[in-house]
């Protein structure tokens, strides 16, 4: 009874101050509007933002088959412009870039992304321009990628051994679930050097924080639409995130912890051992500390994990659904693997465009390619319980990197000789 009470005071206030607001920057608001591009119209204070609902990418989609592909929605108090054109995308992510070269500073950035001192959140700006630097120059240029190839290989041939398993018994996997921790392993190793986790207890809570830090940033927060109520954490967002940002740290101190105490390890340095030479080198343009490093990680760390297994479980869906694609890529695989065709036509952007267009692209392929290779080329696949492959379910979910919404449950058969 208390606590409803309080709800209803809290809200009623917050619907208060909001409108005074409103109120005021309407006002000041008033002479812009009128070169704004069309959009629908809007309420008072939450804008359109009632009109998205779960998937909101979907919303968008039929908003703008109605408004057009240069669309305006006021999303709370933040004017919003929604690009859905390849022309318009180019105008947008070439032409006038350097004008949206800034991401949002919202509560996910502020509490589990160190206020923006890594490179995903980092104002546009001479701080970001030197942390990408170091980042594409040390951490993911092609040389250090190739430097990680063994590492690769050798926790490839761990999973394919486990789907083999899988074939001599005939049982489902659940391949969403296997290409994660793949994915996730990869990424840990050559971060920081190990497979964090050791027993399966510890590695699910690994993986459980990170998908609570994903799903956190990705979730609707009505503090970054109507930051005038940040401060009552109406939904308590930030008080999850702070506790998911608080684990994360403890890691990563033990993490860098750990490196300090080892020392130089040669030709072998993961991530970690690059930015902490790197932090204390004196010849550098521009000097990093421990806090930026934690935020680097965090950064490569999210930025390779669900990406790349996302990628890899869609890839491998299609081709489920279309088996006679699938037996087309097994036929070429075994002929010659050709040179891909890589559009950058601003049609499709899953790794985005421009300035901050994604500086992983290069591994993010690398490892999609080599492992939805190896799915294909060492095992014929079914559905379980006969399913026709018609009848795959394809509905996404909702997220940073809009994964399947079920995962995808297979039966591999083992197709090679040897
Ligand atoms: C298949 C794999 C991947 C996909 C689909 C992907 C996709 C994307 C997309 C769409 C963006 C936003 C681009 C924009 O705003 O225009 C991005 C940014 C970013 N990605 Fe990736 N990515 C992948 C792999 C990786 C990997 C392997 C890393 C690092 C280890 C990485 C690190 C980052 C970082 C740090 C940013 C922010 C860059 C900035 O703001 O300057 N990504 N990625």
Redesign the pocket.
Known sequence: MYSSFSWTWTSLVFVLLSYVFYALTKKRNNKYSESLPPGPKGIPILGNLLMLGELPHRDLHHLSKQYGSIMYLRLGFIPTIVVSSPQAAELF?KTYDLNFAS?PFNEAAKYISYERK?????EYGSY?RNV?KL?TLE??SNLKIESFKTMRREELGLFIESLKEASRDHVEVDLSAKVLTLSTDM?CLMVFGKKRIHNEHEQKSFHAVVQEGLQLAALFNIADYIPYVGALDLQGLAKRMKVVSKVFDDMFEQIIDEHVDAGDKGQHRDFVDVMLSFMESKDNEFQIERSNIKAIIL??LV??MD??S??IEWVFSELLKHPNVMKKVQQEIERVVGQDRLGRDFQF?????????????Q???T??RLVVAQLVHCFDWELPNGMPCTELNMDEEFGL?MPRAKHLSVIPTFRLRI
Not at 118 to 122: E, I, V
Not at 349 to 361: A, E, I, T, V, Y
């Open positions: 992510l991401r890594g490179l995903s959140f980092a970001w990408r980042c951490l993911l990424s950064d490569m930025g390779s990406t790349s996302t990628a952007l899953p790794f985005g465009q421009g300035r901050r267009g994604c500086p992983g692209m591994l993010g392929l490892v999609v990197t």
